[in-house]
Nanobody, 123 residues
Framework: QVQMVESGGGLVQAGDPLTLSCAVS????????LAWFRQAPGRDREFVAG????????NYADSVKGRFTVSRDDDKATVYLQMNKLRPEDTAVYYC????????????????WGQGTQVTVSE
């Protein structure tokens, strides 16, 4: 049974940084491609960033490119999302996801999901 637990969300001001963490237990962490998604009220869940298994290739949504960085620590079985220069439109519940694949999927077709952590960016 794979479990994913996000942490690090909170209320910040526009322009502030924030780092999210997602601890993964169960399974073989290094085999998973990992991703971050977010969902704002009334909107669909959208891809934010992903990092592949093995090669550590990354992919970002255009809206966060240059501001967000996704990374993984296979020894700690944790994936991170470092968010800089946050904007009010980044306000959402952020979810981490995992799938046993080498490809970064930008759709929601991931096998495992965390419960989400709220990020609120004020003006």
């Amino acid at each position: 049974q794979v479990q994913m637990v996000e942490s690090g969300g909170g209320l910040v001001q526009a322009g502030d940084p924030l780092t999210l963490s997602c601890a993964v237990s169960g399974g073989t962490f290094s085999d998973y491609t990992l991703a971050w998604f977010r969902q704002a009220p009334g909107r669909d869940r959208e891809f934010v960033a992903g990092i592949s298994s093995s090669a550590g290739i990354t992919n970002y949504a255009d809206s966060v490119k240059g501001r967000f960085t996704v990374s993984r620590d296979d020894d700690k079985a944790t994936v991170y999302l470092q968010m800089n220069k946050l904007r009010p439109e980044d306000t959402a519940v952020y979810y981490c996801a995992a799938r046993h694949t080498i490809v970064i999927l930008t759709s929601t077709r991931y096998t495992y999901w965390g419960q989400g952590t709220q990020v609120t960016v004020s003006e």
